[in-house]
Antibody, heavy 123, light 109 residues
Framework: EVQLVESGGVVVQPGGSLRLSCAAS????????MHWVRQAPGKGLEWVSL????????YYADSVKGRFTISRDNSKNSLYLQMNSLRAEDTALYYC????????????????WGQGTLVTVSS | QSALTQPPSASGSPGQSVTISCTGT?????????VSWYQQHPGKAPKLMIY???KRPSGVPDRFSGSKSGNTASLTVSGLQAEDEADYYC?????????FGGGTKLTVL
């Protein structure tokens, strides 16, 4: 059974930094690209970032480019999101999501999602 | 990276069909056959219902179907059931990024 478990969400002050983690199990982690998707309270979904299966390619939404960094450790079956210069508008539930396609650099389709970790940016 | 446009709400009675639209531009929906739809129940993670415009992942009932014409994609739910009541989001590839619609709340009357 595929499982994705996010952690690291806390309350942080504007301008602060945070690293989110996602522990994956139930599939061959290093065969799949992975994504972060966020959802502000009561709002819709927003794609944040993609990393290819080998970590060689990364992509970001304009809203986080230059502030967030996605990475992965295939030896630990783990995905990360380093978040710097945080703003109030980054407040959201952050989901880790698995790409649908094996051995691809990344597709825009997410077939498994975690339950999310809540990041609140507030003074 | 503008969000795709969806109606905020849709509704139908059990057994009826409902279609939800998703309008983008030639830079996203109209430019690629990379449209997907997600269902989200309150307090739950989203679930992939349709990908590549009209393909259904394993386990998704064939009551759910997708299509696209020009810059507008559509999700049709046939034979509405109570458990179909949820928020639905469309998304599209937009050249190295993914954009979502604002979501549509589907109510089963």
């Amino acid at each position: 059974e595929v499982q994705l478990v996010e952690s690291g969400g806390v309350v942080v002050q504007p301008g602060g930094s945070l690293r989110l983690s996602c522990a994956a199990s139930g599939f061959t982690f290093d065969d799949y690209a992975m994504h972060w998707v966020r959802q502000a309270p009561g709002k819709g979904l927003e794609w944040v970032s993609l990393i290819s299966w080998d970590g060689g390619s990364t992509y970001y939404a304009d809203s986080v480019k230059g502030r967030f960094t996605i990475s992965r450790d295939n030896s630990k079956n783990s995905l990360y999101l380093q978040m710097n210069s945080l703003r109030a508008e980054d407040t959201a539930l952050y989901y880790c999501a698995k790409d649908i396609r094996e051995a691809a650099a990344g597709t825009p389709y997410f077939d498994y999602w975690g339950q999310g970790t809540l990041v609140t940016v507030s003074s | 990276q503008s969000a795709l446009t969806q109606p905020p709400s849709a509704s139908g009675s059990p057994g009826q069909s409902v279609t939800i639209s998703c309008t983008g531009t030639s830079s996203d929906v109209g430019g690629y056959n990379y449209v997907s739809w997600y269902q989200q129940h309150p307090g739950k993670a989203p679930k992939l219902m349709i990908y590549e415009v009209s393909k259904r992942p394993s386990g998704v009932p064939d009551r759910f179907s997708g299509s696209k014409s020009g810059n507008t994609a559509s999700l049709t739910v046939s034979g509405l059931q109570a458990e179909d009541e949820a928020d639905y989001y469309c998304s599209s590839y937009a050249g190295s990024v993914v954009v979502f619609g604002g979501g549509t709340k589907l109510t089963v009357l």
